[in-house]
């Protein structure tokens, strides 16, 4: 109703209707692996008004794509927005086993120019079972104890189910005996 100063009166009808906010239906992610930055993100949005745009760092930056990657682990705040500025909320936790470690090499120095050396791999960490390489990951084997080694490097790799690596090098010296 609109009245003038002299009581005359129009008046009319408005209907206004609640657009409801968006709302995520789904969120996937994929963790990161080896400590590198490959996990990733989609957000999986509906309704509201106009455009969705996305954030996973509870607003403070937004963008058109509902893909995020190259992450690493860590928890992100999921923030959507419509064009109203409504906004729908969640959070997702990535997590990184972490490539294994090398914690303790141990080896044995041959003598006499004999081939009777040996490694033995003490490792950690990764995921899944270990696998152990003393050339350079050309070749892998379940057990951690190389045997039968003459003198000379080896380049150890240890590798997990997600084909994670450390690497680490071990010189084995021949000792030889007395000499004339």
Do not use: K, M, W
């Amino acid at each position: 109703v609109v009245e003038d100063v002299n009581g005359c009166q129009a008046n009319t009808t408005a209907t206004l209707t609640n657009t409801p906010a968006p709302v995520i239906t789904l969120v996937t992610s994929t963790d990161p692996t080896c400590g590198l930055l490959n996990g990733d993100i989609t957000i999986t949005a509906s309704g509201g008004t106009g455009v969705l745009i996305y954030s996973i760092n509870n607003g403070a930056t937004f963008q058109a794509s509902n893909v995020f990657t190259g992450l690493d682990d860590n928890t992100y705040n999921i923030v959507v927005e419509d064009a109203s500025g409504c906004q729908a909320t969640s959070t997702v936790t990535l997590t990184d086993a972490g490539a294994p470690t090398i914690t303790i090499t141990n080896s044995t120095d041959p003598f006499c120019g004999a081939v009777n050396g040996d490694i033995v791999i003490t490792a950690s960490g990764g995921t899944g079972a270990l696998t152990y390489s003393i050339d350079n990951g050309v070749t892998f084997q379940a057990g951690n104890n190389f045997s039968g080694l003459g003198a000379g490097t080896y380049d150890v790799v240890v590798e997990d189910a997600l084909v994670c690596q450390v690497a680490v090098q071990v010189i084995i010296v021949d000792h030889r005996g007395p000499q004339i």
